[in-house]
């Protein structure tokens, strides 16, 4: 997150991560000149090759970058091997409708379609929910993490398909699996406002809140949802249920969390210490500035 300040003729600003533009927002209602932003860096590839910089742009036109001292740290994701059945394949193709397929595709290449096509249509259609999004602040304090739950698969997990002793597909886990009992509740993990609730391809029967300030989270697989768009809900508000509806094996919440659409780990985002080290005294070092 970076806090700034813009003048009064900026009319767009932000932090531009390699080509991409994550959108600031003014941090009080009083004034919009203090702004904070946002922002994720890719989750793949090198740290060098990654750029960021401020950016603004006034209502001439004219464009601003500077840059701003940052550390990015190294993280490595884990290998997961996931051996595909055949009856994991039938089970698989069985819960998505079968006019999405095409007529004589044999059941690999169903499944391959789920797992490629669909699923970067499905983070495409997220990517477009959180274009728009609410610049006033809903969220307070951690977000929540699903009750007595185990942690089945983590952000980042790189996983490899197998088929018959070959590899046949690759993809990241772009958010983090908890399992609980079957059918267990689930909770909106933070204040904020229920942008989507249906049917989302791989994701099943899912929920998507918008907290605010470009910050939202996922909730996949559910069994049944229990809320609809537009609606307000609170931290710890029952917004479902789980199940496995969608690309899912078993019973279990898929949350995601993510940054101006962009996925990213959660597990930060569940740490109050990390939330009052990061974000909060941030915020309170920024209006003891102000004030002097
Ligand atoms: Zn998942």
New binding site residues.
């Given amino acids: 997150m970076v806090i700034y300040r813009i003048s009064t003729d900026t009319e767009e600003s932000g932090v531009l991560v390699n080509d991409r533009l994550f959108p600031g927002v003014p941090i009080g209602e009083t004034s919009r000149e203090m702004c904070l932003c946002y922002f994720a860096v890719p989750y793949q590839g090198k740290k060098d090759d990654i750029s960021l910089y401020l950016w603004a742009k006034d209502r001439a036109e004219n464009v601003t970058q500077g840059p701003f001292f940052y550390h990015i740290r190294k993280k490595r994701f884990r290998k997961d091997k996931i051996r595909i059945s055949e009856r994991l394949l039938d089970a698989l193709i069985s819960s998505f409708p079968a006019e999405i397929f095409e007529h004589d595709a044999s059941s690999i290449e169903k499944y391959l379609f789920i797992n490629r096509e669909l699923r970067k249509t499905n983070s495409d259609e997220l990517q477009e929910h959180c274009r728009s999004f609410i610049e006033e602040r809903l969220w307070n304090g951690p977000w929540l993490r699903m009750k007595n739950a185990a942690t089945m698969?983590l952000f980042g997990d790189q996983r490899v398909y197998y088929y018959g002793g070959k590899i046949i597909d690759r993809s990241v886990?772009l958010?983090v699996?908890l399992a609980s009992l079957a059918r267990a509740p689930v909770q909106a993990a933070n204040n904020g406002r229920v942008v989507l609730a249906r049917d989302l391809g791989i994701y099943g029967q899912s929920v998507l809140i918008d907290h605010g300030q470009g910050l939202s989270t996922l909730y996949?697989h559910l069994n049944g949802i229990a809320v609809t768009v537009g609606q307000s809900v609170t931290k710890g508000e029952i917004i479902g249920n789980s199940g496995k509806t969608g690309l899912a094996t078993g019973d279990h919440l898929?949350f995601g969390f993510l940054v101006h659409g962009v996925p990213v780990n959660p597990i930060e985002w569940w740490d109050s210490h990390w939330i009052k080290d990061n974000i909060e005294q941030k915020l309170r070092n920024i209006d003891n500035l102000i004030r002097k």
Avoid: E, P, Q, R
């Fill in positions: 698969a886990h958010g699996d996949g898929h």
